[in-house]
């Protein structure tokens, strides 16, 4: 089956830096997903990575170990409205077959000023 | 280009009681998803389509919940009889296929069960 694992919550202040972790058991990988989503929304799509390394995309950045089994959400410089869920989420064949896209929990980010 | 379209966007019925959603994804795209995200979770695969073909519903409760392609652009998600536990924001997605692309979510249909 597919596993995924991120924190509950985090707390950063205006201006910081903070890094959202997710770690993943799949079978047949086939990339991972960062999306953002903000009360009463729909996710929203941030960043795709399926090859090891380091995605910058303007204030977010996103990174991945297939070998680790291991992604961080990296979010710079950040505002108000960075203020919402992050969700990781792996595709992969869990049981052979068609890919299919799994979601973690999500990870509740608060900003303060 | 237009976005992923849903409705109802709310809904509030007693358990017992039937409801249907239904979801026009973007043009072309051939893979459709139907996710159920209770309050402070992620979002649950609930099934996935392939053009009007079913490739998962392992995670659909098929004694209450069924859910169909037609023509494979529409689709409806039904649940009958609803329980309490079925309170949850229904979300359909598309992607252009199912081994490439993001997935492009509709805005949701939020299910209260009373």
């Known amino acids: 089956g597919q596993n995924i694992d991120q924190p509950t919550e985090m707390t950063a202040t205006e201006g910081a830096i903070v890094q959202i972790n997710c770690t993943y058991q799949?079978?047949?990988?086939?990339?991972l997903f960062w999306y953002q989503q903000h009360a009463g929304e729909a996710p929203t799509f941030l960043s795709y990575n399926v090859l090891d390394g380091l995605e910058e995309k303007g204030r977010f950045s996103s990174f991945l170990s297939r070998s680790k089994g291991y992604s961080y959400l990296l979010l710079k410089e950040l505002q108000m409205k960075d203020s919402a869920s992050y969700l990781c989420a792996v595709r992969g064949r869990p049981s052979g077959g068609y890919n299919k896209l799994i979601f973690g929990a999500g990870t509740r980010l608060a900003v303060h000023p | 280009e237009a976005g992923v379209a849903q409705s109802p966007r709310y809904k509030i019925i007693e358990k017992r009681q039937s409801v249907a959603f239904w979801c026009n994804p973007i043009s072309g795209h051939a893979t459709l998803y139907w996710y159920q995200q209770i309050l402070g979770q992620g979002p649950k695969l609930l099934i996935q389509f392939q053009n009007n073909g079913v490739v998962d519903d392992s995670q659909l409760p098929k004694d209450r919940f069924s859910a169909e392609r037609l023509k494979g652009v529409d689709s409806t998600l039904k649940i009958q009889p609803a329980k309490l536990e079925d309170s949850a924001v229904y979300l359909c997605?598309?992607?252009?296929?199912?081994?490439?692309?993001?997935?492009?979510f509709g805005e949701g249909s939020r299910l209260t069960v009373l």
């Open positions: 799949t079978s047949g990988f086939n990339g």
């Open positions: 997605a598309s992607s252009p296929t199912v081994n490439t692309g993001e997935l492009f």
